[in-house]
């Protein structure tokens, strides 16, 4: 009779995995899904010398820690599952990163084999691997393989029948050093009183997962007779900088194992490496950055400042040559109406571009991922993943695609904070409010004020995910890994090509819902027949007279409550509703006299206006986007009412704040 | 003595943006500091000038010791310090160019070029002359 034994395929993604899982099981698998959740589970059969083997594919991870699902299922698998022996699949071109995952099985003293795949793609750029030393140094046996081209399969079956045939198997352990290890002995004593425990779970690698503070491994324990011993262990202890601790002494394990057994992975630094030690540092990262996003808004505002002078010529030139149309409600409605409401969005479409461009290049360059990668640290302490920065980045373009691209993030809290705190990001649609009234009321540092902006809705966004970790959204983030493109010269074409794919959106918005919102609030602010238009006998005046009591204690008055109520449907629209209703159709730089001229606006008038642009409700896509990504009208009312307060708030203090200096 | 050139070259620069750094935030917390310094009241402006010139300070040590990879700091200096130039000249040409097209250029002064950002650029450009290419050329076009 045959003899029957089950293996599993571990690995990180993309190393090849499903390719050699086919090659193994050729068309002899089943799909399914692990129980009690949405993951796809893969398994197959093959006949290898006398001995049926089950093949269970589990999902790609780089470690086997519980910050993910995958992860999860992948550790209940080994730990649970039994199998008899788990393979490694292992990227050669990839060593160091891979090997981490294999630090983490030796511990769990599982019969283990590495397959050490895509071997051909480390030979051809010169990577010579001696697989014997490499088996010695891990005490596991390593096999050349090319999932591709099915090279090595019958080789890894015969080690992993050999491998399923001896025992017993003790765990490699690696040592954590004179800090950790006593606190690790002290675990393993401890959870030695439940025999019940320690017989399913190896007592080391339970320590080590209860000493980084990890969620699942606490659940195993909750009901065991060991449970208050551990825990009076681990309340002396820093759950985050012990796992920083056995990480860094995990890497510097392979470190010394990586020269050791490949004469050439082991590369000089790139000038991409170089590059990164500066960017990435951790002292100098995140100045280095703030650098960056401060040059990228003071060209915003200052290099597009002939092209909007030009913009608003044109624009003062159509005015003129409108007025001349009959009958006077048609020359209104084209002066006021579209050319005053759409033209003063208009004349905002080279900050739009120059901030995209400059996007672009950053994104292209490659120095958007080494972004994501130094705020990661800040993220995380603040409860999030890191992953949830390049939602944000994109952000400054559109929230609309930035709340899309939140589907990269596999945990549903760390998700939904994510989606939650991106309206808080200020888009390309605030600017124009942003630039008009930082260039009117603080002509000094226009560039600094609108980048104080933007710096205020990362910090609200920072303090938001804060809160909602702390009370409504609990857990702990999963770690950040992404492998860094390498930099690239960004060309010109390359990156207007991306501005104008993002900023041509505005262009569209400006023919569409931005004409259909200026000619209904032009005709909100010219009816009833026979006022004055844009007075408060007006549609628009009475809706915006009913509203402002609400606004009254912020400074604002009607036509500026007018404008906040109508940029719901569209931020541009705050922009085209207060050239509306300031009627500048006729002169270009009517708005900006209009303003400066009207009392009830100063600088911290218009520091609240702007702040609460920044962050009120999200516009009517936006909000389209949250329901549908969310599945649920719960949170996205929560993310409108929730952004009105914050904006309400800050304005508020603002103006209050303002007031008791301007006192003194 | 390549890499005590490159140390040198890295302190006087380091120092220079450092110290200008500092002058433009110390013009913007004194009122009246900036009419009596060639460096802008801008807080800013500073904050970045000081980071290019902390990032070329922090490779000296590793420099002047040849350690591997110190020479990063170096480069990172000199390409912020020519992004920020352009940045200054983009700025400042724009202001040019409006007042071209639509004020009286008279009034414009090639003295508004004169800010620390620009004028440190200019031994960054040296910087990059002398050793740029053999850094830089291991970076492929996007």
Redesign the interface.
Do not use: K, Q, S, Y
């Given at each position: 009779m045959a003899k029957k034994i089950t293996i599993a395929l571990a690995g990180n993604p993309n190393v090849g995995k499903s390719t050699l899982f086919t090659a193994i099981t050729g068309t002899r698998q089943h799909t399914g899904n692990w129980p009690g959740v949405t993951v796809e589970k893969k398994s197959g059969s093959v006949r290898h010398r006398d001995t049926d083997i089950e093949v269970v594919d589990l999902p790609g991870t780089y470690s086997l820690t519980a910050y993910s699902e995958d992860e999860v299922i992948a550790r209940d698998f080994i730990i649970d599952g039994k199998p008899d022996v788990v393979v490694q699949v292992v990227d050669a071109t990839s060593l160091e990163r891979n090997l981490y995952l294999t630090t983490q099985l030796s511990e769990l003293g599982v019969p283990l084999v590495i397959a050490l795949n895509m071997a051909d793609a480390a030979e051809q750029r010169g990577d010579i691997i001696d697989r014997k030393k490499m088996a010695e140094f891990l005490e596991i046996p390593v096999v050349r393989t090319v999932g591709s081209r099915g090279e090595g399969i019958g080789d890894l079956l015969d080690a992993v029948i050999r491998e399923s045939g001896t025992s017993p198997h003790h765990e490699h352990s690696i040592g954590y050093g004179d800090r950790v290890e006593p606190v690790i002995a002290d675990l393993v004593e401890a959870l030695r009183q439940d025999p019940g425990l320690t017989s399913r779970y190896p007592p080391r690698w339970l320590a080590v997962r209860l000493l980084e503070g990890d969620g699942d491994a606490e659940k195993k324990i909750t009901a065991s007779r060991a449970r208050d011993a551990v825990y009076t262990i681990l309340s002396g202890v820093d759950a985050g900088e012990y796992e920083a601790m056995m990480a860094d002494r995990r890497y510097e394990v392979i470190s010394a194992v990586l020269p050791q057994v490949c004469t050439t992975c082991v590369r000089e630094m790139t000038a991409s490496d170089l590059i990164d030690r500066v960017v990435t540092s951790r002292y100098l990262g995140i100045p280095i950055f703030l650098a960056l996003m401060w040059g990228a808004f003071e060209l915003t505002f200052t290099a597009a400042s002939p092209f909007m002078a030009m913009i608003e010529a044109v624009q003062a030139y159509l005015a003129v040559a409108a007025t001349g149309i009959r009958p006077e409600w048609l020359a209104t409605l084209v002066g006021d109406g579209l050319i005053g409401g759409v033209g003063s969005v208009l004349i905002f479409l080279p900050n739009i571009f120059i901030l995209l461009f400059l996007l672009a290049i950053l994104e292209d360059s490659g120095y958007l991922a080494r972004a994501a990668f130094v705020m990661d640290r800040l993220m995380y302490s603040i409860g999030l993943p890191g992953r949830s920065f390049i939602p944000m980045l994109v952000g400054f373009g559109c929230n609309v695609p930035a709340i899309m691209a939140t589907r990269t993030i596999e945990d549903r809290n760390d998700r939904l904070i994510t989606i939650l705190i991106n309206p808080f990001i200020s888009c390309g649609a605030r600017l124009p409010v942003f630039v008009l009234f930082a260039g009117l009321f603080f002509p000094e540092n226009p560039g600094t004020v609108i980048f104080g902006l933007y710096v205020l809705g990362i910090v609200v966004a920072i303090l938001s995910a804060k809160l909602f970790r702390a009370t409504v959204l609990p857990g702990k983030p999963s770690p950040f890994l992404m492998e860094m493109p390498p930099y690239r010269l960004p060309t010109a074409m390359t990156s207007v090509r991306h501005m104008w794919d993002r900023g041509s959106m505005y262009i569209r918005k400006a023919g569409g819902i931005i004409l259909i919102g200026a000619i209904v609030i032009w005709a909100l602010a010219a009816y009833p027949a026979g006022v004055e238009y844009g007075s408060a006998a007006s549609y628009a005046g009475m809706i915006g007279q009913a509203a402002q009591p609400l606004f009254a204690p912020l400074g604002f008055n009607w036509e500026m409550t007018v404008s906040l109520i109508f940029g719901f449907v569209a931020k541009e629209i705050v922009i085209a509703s207060l050239g509306t209703l300031y009627g500048v159709g006729e002169d270009a730089g009517a708005l900006e006299g209009a303003l400066l001229a009207d009392p009830a606006l100063g600088c911290v008038t218009a520091l609240a206006f702007m702040v609460f642009v920044l962050l009120y409700l999200p516009c009517l896509a936006t909000m389209a986007v949250i329901r549908k990504e969310t599945g649920s009208w719960k949170w996205t009312a929560f993310s409108v009412i929730f952004g009105t307060a914050v904006a309400y708030l800050l304005a508020l203090v603002i103006t209050k704040a303002g007031a008791v200096i301007g006192g003194v | 003595m390549n890499n005590e050139i490159k140390a040198v070259f890295a302190t006087v620069m380091g120092a220079l943006y450092l110290g200008f750094g500092i002058l433009e935030i110390g013009s913007w917390i004194v009122p009246g500091l900036a009419a009596m310094v060639v460096a802008p009241a801008?807080?800013?402006?500073g904050?970045?000038l000081c980071?290019?010139g902390?990032?070329f300070l922090?490779g000296v040590p590793g420099l002047r010791s040849g350690t591997?990879?110190a020479?990063?700091?170096l480069?990172?200096g000199l390409?912020?310090s020519l992004?920020?130039g352009l940045?200054a000249i983009?700025?400042t040409?724009?202001?040019w160019?409006?007042t071209a097209?639509?004020g009286d250029l008279a009034e414009w002064s090639a003295a508004e070029m004169a800010v620390p950002m620009l004028f440190l650029a200019s031994g960054s450009v040296a910087g990059y002359a002398a050793w740029g290419r053999e850094?830089?050329?291991?970076?492929?076009?996007?």
């Open positions: - | 801008d807080i800013l402006g904050f970045v980071v290019i902390l990032v922090a591997p990879g020479i990063a700091f480069f990172v390409l912020l992004a920020f940045v983009l700025t040409g724009a202001g160019l409006e097209l639509f850094f830089f050329r291991g970076i492929a076009r996007a």
